[in-house]
């Protein structure tokens, strides 16, 4: 699809950042770098202090100390409008009474660009919407809508594009495939866009990078397989995939680490042990996932089926081992086996994520 749309994105920095509020801290030493043209997703709870990251951004809220800096040039004392920033709220805020063409227009007009309308249909044309220029935004479906509210965004070609939650009005099925829509879109528009999201697979599908939020510090920023695979912390651990931590014991036997875990020993861990933080012999806490579990009617170690979750092409069966530990698995869904029942399970690890035993 041709279109004359031109945007470069700028690099984001914040340094130092904090931000306090009456009676409590929202945001605490935020460093965080994001190149030029890159798409970083902020993912956490509800609290996180991602959301207020956003508005500090955007120049809606100030920081009570710390700079914000796009494409090198200190923001922190701009006013919105004088940022290179445009913003993607949840609820679209779509004119009702407007054109497709005049909502994405308007953000121009505003902003007093001469003959705003063919940049508004290049917009148009990005977001694969220009043959419903002339519709109102009642008679588009909510994936459409929130493609007019990227348009409208994106017309004034910022460097910086922020996106609050975008998918959250969104019926689920359509949440995946409209992540992929927006990240293609965004990748050929050329423009840096930082993303708030509470849902890990959004963050996922969308961003280069991901950075996990917790209590207003940011606890890691990495890849998603980094994230899920080497996590920096327990919170992180926790917060993405689905696993629990179990008691386990490290153990070195001449020049082998061993593992001894409730689903068994597991050997030559020196390198995964390497990558954890505080752990040396003793005892420590292992993070078993459900795709770390495989279900194998043959296998020594029995588990009482306590709670399942169909997922389509598997079960997410919660279990429960004789020592009363809960372990999770993912299970092919034609080994559909009833709440209380006891299958065979065992660890299969291709690496081990370890933490120091909690106090």
Not at 60 to 81: E, F, M, R, Y
Not at 156 to 174: A, G, Q, R, T, W
């Amino acid at each position: 699809m041709a279109t004359e749309f031109v945007a470069r994105g700028a690099d984001l920095e914040l340094v130092g950042i904090r931000k306090e509020f009456p009676g409590f801290v929202a945001i605490e030493d935020l460093d965080l770098k994001i190149p030029a043209g890159e798409f970083f997703a902020l993912l956490g709870p509800s609290g996180c202090g991602k959301t207020t990251t956003l508005r500090l951004v955007a120049g809606l809220d100030s920081p009570t100390k710390g700079k914000i800096l796009i494409g090198n040039k200190d923001v922190t004392a701009d006013k919105p409008h004088e940022r290179p920033v445009n913003t993607v709220f949840q609820n679209y805020a779509l004119f009702p009474h407007m054109s497709v063409l005049e909502n994405v227009a308007f953000g121009l007009k505003q902003r007093k660009v001469s003959d705003p309308m063919p940049k508004a249909v290049d917009a148009l044309k990005l977001v694969e919407l220009e043959h419903l220029a002339q519709r109102r935004p009642t008679q588009l479906s909510g994936g459409q809508q929130q493609r007019v509210a990227l348009a409208r965004a994106l017309a004034p070609e910022p460097k910086l594009l922020l996106l609050d939650e975008p998918f959250s009005n969104l019926d689920i099925d359509l949440r995946e495939r409209l992540a992929h829509e927006l990240r293609d879109i965004l990748k050929k528009a050329q423009i840096t866009a930082l993303f708030v999201t509470h849902d890990q697979m959004e963050a996922f599908a969308l961003g280069d990078l991901i950075g996990v939020m917790h209590d207003g510090q940011l606890h890691q920023w990495d890849d998603a397989y980094q994230l899920y695979h080497r996590p920096s912390t327990r919170f992180v651990a926790e917060f993405i995939g689905h696993g629990v931590f179990a008691p386990a014991h490290v153990l070195q036997e001449d020049a082998h680490w061993l593992l001894q875990t409730p689903l068994g020993e597991l050997d030559d861990v020196a390198d995964d042990l390497a990558q954890c933080q505080g752990v040396a012999d003793g005892d420590c806490e292992v993070l078993l996932r459900a795709d770390d579990i495989v279900h194998d009617d043959e296998a020594p170690v029995k588990a009482q089926i306590v709670r399942k979750a169909f997922r389509g092409s598997e079960f997410l069966y919660t279990l429960r081992l004789d020592s009363g530990q809960h372990v999770m698995a993912h299970v092919p869904s034609h080994h559909d086996h009833h709440i209380g029942e006891w299958i065979g399970i065992r660890l299969q690890a291709d690496h081990v994520v370890v933490f120091s035993k909690a106090a």
